[in-house]
């Protein structure tokens, strides 16, 4: 009798794609560090949400539109989770002085205070991270992932074409 072997679970990856796991385990588990806020500190966010507030701490008086254009994000998905950052306080909302169809959109003292203790867990988780890596080194693991981002952004670009 022949034996059969189970090839479900003999997935072997290429070295690329062990790359692109490494890269998906540190993500997570930054996302996950800056996602622990000391209870009763702030609303509980998700990730997008957090994404999303840190577009406007970087561009406040933007709109949806611009978040829309700088994410690729769905404008719905994007309309729902600013309406729910609105509701907990955290972005508020003024009509575009030029274009009264506009609504610019800009962190509130909460949001403020909450995007500024993410950036602090975010530098620090940082800095923990990348602890006894030299700076040379992560001088180089940055150009490296640079090009590996300008990789996938021309690819992307000619896809598109």
Known sequence: MKKTVDKVNQ??????????????????LYRARQMRTPAGAAPELTHMEGKVLGFFARHPGATLSDLVAYSGRDKAQLTRLIRGLREKELLVAQADEADRRSTRLRLSAGGEALHAQWHRVGAETAAQALEGVPEDERARLLALLERVRANLSANLSADEA
Not at 11 to 27: L, R, W
Request: hydrophobic residues 45%.
């Open 11 to 28: 997935n072997h990856t290429s070295a690329a794609q062990d790359v692109f796991e490494s890269i998906h385990a540190i993500m997570h």
